[in-house]
């Protein structure tokens, strides 16, 4: 799977140009995600009693800005940094948070793996159905060092995406279910078009891993808030 040839990321972001509006609504947006709404449902929650206080909102690759609307509602009035690679969805973003909150709302239009987010600012991050466009072992290193860096101490990163397992075979087994899913939200053609996609844009790592990135940078109290077949949201307290 990882092994073929992967888009760019100026192919990804072309795609994202093209689909602001199905991604403006969390039914249609993450249809292909499995326990999309319980998932972020689960993650905000957690952020929310991990730091009650929280001022600073970091998004990365935050789409048209659906889950930071939802953390508003369980936090108003935070600080939003909303990063995405799409300027068409960050343009869609700014203008639905803005409307969500009294305080800034910035916007950085870039890559993670090139943004610059300084050291202690931000309270609370989040990471939705992006960071599995993260490629070899020292992109995702150097991804989550910079994350580490950017939290306040105490701060809380929640992420949930798609996973591996450790063993290819369960591999395989998860992603046979995920075809299930996929076929039964919208059929044959959508299951195909979607795991095709995920194989030219996806190198996703296990659990265990991003456990252990999260670790290595300082992370503690990282919990697994939830699982179903290959994807997982996790969160873990900087320390």
């Known amino acids: 799977m990882n092994k073929m040839q992967k888009s760019s990321v100026n192919e990804i972001r072309e795609r994202f140009q093209n689909d602001v509006e199905r991604f403006s609504n969390l039914e249609t947006g993450q249809v292909s995600v499995i326990d999309a709404a319980i998932a972020l449902e689960l993650g905000t929650e957690a952020a929310k009693r991990l730091v009650p206080q929280a001022k600073n909102l970091l998004d990365i690759g935050c789409g048209a800005g659906n889950w930071t609307l939802k953390m508003l509602r369980h936090i108003p009035d935070m600080n939003c940094t909303l990063l995405d690679i799409s300027d068409a969805m960050l343009a869609k973003a700014f203008e639905r948070v803005s409307g969500a909150t009294s305080e800034k709302v910035n916007v950085i239009h870039s890559d993670i793996r090139s943004a610059d987010l300084g050291e202690k600012k931000f309270d609370i991050i989040i990471a939705g159905a992006s960071l599995h466009h993260l490629r070899e072992d020292g992109e995702w290193e150097a991804v989550f060092e910079k994350l580490g860096k950017a939290l306040v101490p105490g701060g809380c ?40 996609l995920s194989k030219k844009e996806d190198t996703p790592r296990p659990v265990n891993y991003l456990a252990m990135l999260l670790q290595k940078n300082g992370f503690t109290n990282i919990e697994s808030l939830h699982k179903n077949m290959c994807f997982a949201t996790l969160c873990a307290v900087k320390g």
Do not use: C, H, M
């Open 157 to 196: 990163f929640v992420i949930s995406d798609l996973v591996l397992q450790n063993s290819p075979v369960l591999t395989e087994l998860t992603y046979q279910g995920w075809a299930r899913y996929l076929e039964e939200a919208g059929g044959a053609s959508f299951r195909d078009k979607i795991l095709e």
